[in-house]
């Protein structure tokens, strides 16, 4: 208690002083951390130079975890999160797609059927991967069960899976926004699958923990920079 009421006085310190600094220590899936979080920490550092950052990468599954037990300030993470006593602030909508080889069979065709994605060589990420996870749910909705892919793979890198598929080891399933530079590079066939599937990009909190100035700060800097981007 003493030390929560001593968080509280330099919060408030800092509201009269107008200064923000301390450190915060973020987790963030994969996906992520190699794609989003660089440039809007960027831009968030630029701005608040006195505010440290730590950054903390794991699976969805993992950074849940480390919210829950309190490892971390805050989470970014790319699956819907399912426990009812954090916080969930969803940040922006990503669109998965289907990768292929180029010159793939598929590679033809302007969108695929999720029934096409059965009757080819695929490759997955791993266990707790929220990827993985709305990959999966989403097939079952369609009626499509795991053991009908033919996974020949499990990757816990999204760069190694991306360099297995462009090798024509087999087809994947991957966020839109991780393929900048293969689209342009054209390295890999792209193509957006029928139904659409999409995904949020949520930040996770503990819903009653004392927040210090700076990372209230980081939520709305955040919440702003996804609305902007």
């Keep these: 208690r003493i030390f929560q009421l001593y968080h509280e006085m330099e919060n408030s310190v800092r509201e009269l002083t107008g200064e923000i600094s301390g450190v915060l220590i973020l987790g963030a899936s994969t996906t992520i951390a190699e794609y989003m979080l660089p440039s809007l920490l960027g831009d968030f550092k630029?701005?608040?130079?006195?505010?440290?950052?730590?950054?903390?990468?794991?699976?969805?599954?993992?950074?849940?975890?480390?919210?829950?037990?309190?490892?971390?300030?805050?989470?970014?993470?790319e699956a819907p999160v399912g426990n009812k006593n954090l916080a969930v602030d969803q940040c922006r909508t990503d669109q998965l797609v289907a990768i292929m080889p180029i010159g793939h069979p598929l590679a033809s065709q302007e969108t695929i059927a999720l029934r096409q994605i059965s009757e080819f060589p695929y490759i997955c990420r791993e266990e707790g991967s929220g990827?993985?996870?709305?990959?999966?749910?989403?097939?079952?909705?369609?009626?499509?069960?795991p053991n009908e892919l033919n996974i020949i793979m499990e990757l816990g890198s999204l760069?190694?899976?991306?360099?297995?598929?462009?090798?024509?080891?087999?087809?994947?399933?991957?966020?839109?926004?991780?393929?900048?530079?293969?689209?342009?590079?054209?390295?890999?066939?792209?193509?957006?699958?029928?139904?659409?599937?999409?995904?949020?990009?949520?930040?996770?909190?503990?819903?009653?923990?004392?927040?210090?100035?700076?990372?209230?700060?980081?939520?709305?800097?955040?919440?702003?920079?996804?609305?902007?981007?």
């Design 159 to 229: 760069e190694a899976l991306k360099g297995a598929v462009e090798a024509g080891i087999g087809i994947s399933i991957v966020s839109e926004a991780t393929l900048i530079k293969e689209i342009k590079l054209e390295t890999l066939a792209v193509r957006p699958l029928d139904p659409p599937l999409h995904r949020p990009f949520s930040f996770v909190h503990q819903k009653h923990k004392f927040r210090q100035r700076a990372m209230e700060e980081l939520l709305n800097f955040a919440r702003n920079y996804c609305l902007e981007h």
């Design 46 to 77: 630029n701005k608040y130079p006195d505010v440290n950052i730590r950054l903390k990468v794991s699976n969805t599954d993992g950074i849940v975890s480390m919210v829950e037990h309190n490892v971390i300030d805050l989470g970014v993470v």
């Design 131 to 145: 990827t993985r996870e709305v990959i999966l749910d989403y097939l079952h909705e369609a009626g499509i069960e």
